[in-house]
């Protein structure tokens, strides 16, 4: 079997390594990188080795984003099957690197990864929440054909206050190529 490269426009993704443990480190410890991730306490470096060794939860899939010009990691992203027989999965991505943030980084992996999980998992659908605070990965997401589907009010609580939950979607056939 043949597998294509998970390459987008800007991105590769790629196994998760070793040797991105010093840069995932700092990213899942910067609170301005955290801010708008289900992430509250700190990260140790043990966490951090362990979460980068543990396989992906199958049948989900977890990546590095590097960069396809410099081979640089700058992020990762997954998606974590949350029905196999409804052909449902949960999409979750962080661009740690804030030298990579609005330079169109997050939406090649997002689409990159959309196109793997609809192509090579079978999925049917992708689903995510995003706090609604977060307007620029809420663009990001209507921009490649993920809808609205709904609300979560007070939905999560960080930083002494509640905020609510968007639940987007995306179908099979609905990602936008470009």
Sequence with gaps: MVHRPLEGRLVRLRAREPRDEELAYQFFND??????????Y?????????????PARWPG?????????????????????VSGESRRAELG???????????????DAVRTLCRFG?????????ELEVFAENARA????ERLGFVVE?????GWFQ????????????????LRRE
């Excluded at 609809?118 to 992708?126: A, D, I, T, Y």
């Excluded at 709904?150 to 007070?154: I, K, L, M, V």
Aim: charged share 25%.
């Design 61 to 81: 899939a977890a990546f590095a984003i590097e960069t396809l010009e410099e081979g640089r990691f700058v992020g990762t992203c997954s998606l974590d099957v």
């Design 93 to 107: 991505i962080a661009i740690g690197d804030k030298g990579f943030w609005n330079r169109g980084y997050g939406t």
């Design 159 to 174: 930083a002494g206050h509640y905020q609510d939950m968007i639940v987007m979607g995306l179908l099979e056939g609905e």
């Design 118 to 126: 609809f192509e090579e998992m079978n999925l049917h659908r992708v």
């Design 138 to 141: 809420r663009h990001v997401y």
């Design 42 to 54: 700190p990260f140790s470096r043990q966490q951090e080795r362990e979460a980068l060794s543990a």
């Design 150 to 154: 709904g609300a979560r009010r007070d």
């Design 31 to 40: 609170p301005e990188v955290t801010e708008f991730l289900a992430m509250r």
